[in-house]
């Protein structure tokens, strides 16, 4: 009778732990279905999800330039516009890099990124000053650099509303930015004690000259910080499996205040019988002054496309 107890507790054990991993199968092929929700329609041919999945990232870029590409490559019409929507635009509309993140299927996090670098050479060849002065001029040649700087970091969060391909978001960011322009000049004419004067551009746009005592070396004008707040809507499609195509618009409070600027001047000093630079500071009509502004914007009107990995 023992023995009988015996075996017939093992069998019982043995079909509880069938069962308990039999559920467990059966659970997790569940919990499959759910996540592809509308079956096949939410899967790749190859079995990849369509939609992205918790801790993936998201890289964005614009899409008009391959709209711009397709439209000259059918019609062979030169370079044609691509479509977007038009709103009023932003200083911080035209920004070059995003990127987000998956926290879960209702909540992304999102960061912005621009970083603007240009400098011009405008040259003007002006006579060279010379003693005894040839018959025949020689020249050198005046160089003015002028170059800017911009930088914008927007961070923010958004919420995500939808189960299919078609995702609507919305979410809110905080932006920041800094922008800084100069100009330096160098002369081909050296101010010397026989030429305490020498000849020099005075304007670079129409290629004037001139002898001049007193001469621009450097510019700097005020750099310029803005903070903000951006409230955004949009719309993301899912063709592909973790590519999208989408476009959002938004609403800002920007803040944006100038400082200060300097000028450097060349001048010849006559007790020490020496060219000297003198600086100065300057005072533009933003000078610590809060400009506030509120405007309605969508990225440039840009329609961008995301790549999630």
């Not at 069962?19 to 096949?40: I, L, M, R, V, Y």
């Amino acid at each position: 009778m023992k023995k009988i107890f015996v075996t017939l507790l093992a069998f019982s054990l043995c079909f509880g732990i069938v069962s308990a991993q039999d559920e467990k199968k059966e659970e997790k092929k569940e919990e499959k279905e759910e996540k592809t929700n509308a079956g096949s329609s939410l899967e790749s041919p190859e079995g990849v999800l369509i939609l992205p999945e918790e801790g993936e990232w998201g890289l964005g870029i614009s899409a008009n330039p391959f709209f711009n590409y397709l439209g000259n490559f059918f019609n062979q019409a030169g370079n044609n516009q691509s479509p977007t929507n038009s709103f009023t635009q932003n200083p911080f509309n035209n920004l070059a890099l995003f990127g987000k993140y998956v926290k879960n299927e209702t909540t992304f996090y999102r960061g912005r990124f621009q970083l603007n670098i240009g400098t011009v050479a405008d040259k003007n060849a002006v006579v060279k000053n010379e003693l005894p002065a040839p018959s025949t001029p020689n020249y050198v040649t005046d160089t003015r650099t002028s170059g800017n700087t911009g930088i914008l970091l927007a961070f923010g969060i958004e919420k995500r509303r939808g189960a299919g391909r078609l995702q609507g978001f919305y979410g809110g960011e905080f932006l920041i930015g800094y922008a800084a322009t100069r100009q330096r000049i160098s002369y081909g004419n050296e101010m010397t004690n026989q030429f305490q004067s020498p000849i020099s551009t005075t304007d670079f746009v129409n290629f004037a000259s001139a002898a001049s005592g007193t001469r621009l070396k450097e510019q700097k004008f005020g750099n310029k910080f803005m903070v903000g707040l951006r409230g955004f809507v949009g719309v993301e499609y899912f063709f592909a499996a973790k590519m999208s195509i989408g476009a959002e618009f938004g609403y800002a409070f920007t803040a944006i205040t100038a400082g200060k600027g300097s000028t450097t001047t060349q001048v010849w000093d006559g007790t020490a019988n020496t060219a000297k630079d003198v600086k100065a500071d300057t005072y533009d009509a933003n000078y610590n002054k809060l400009q506030l502004g509120v405007g309605l914007d969508n990225l440039n009107g840009n329609i961008n496309l995301l790549f999630y990995f």
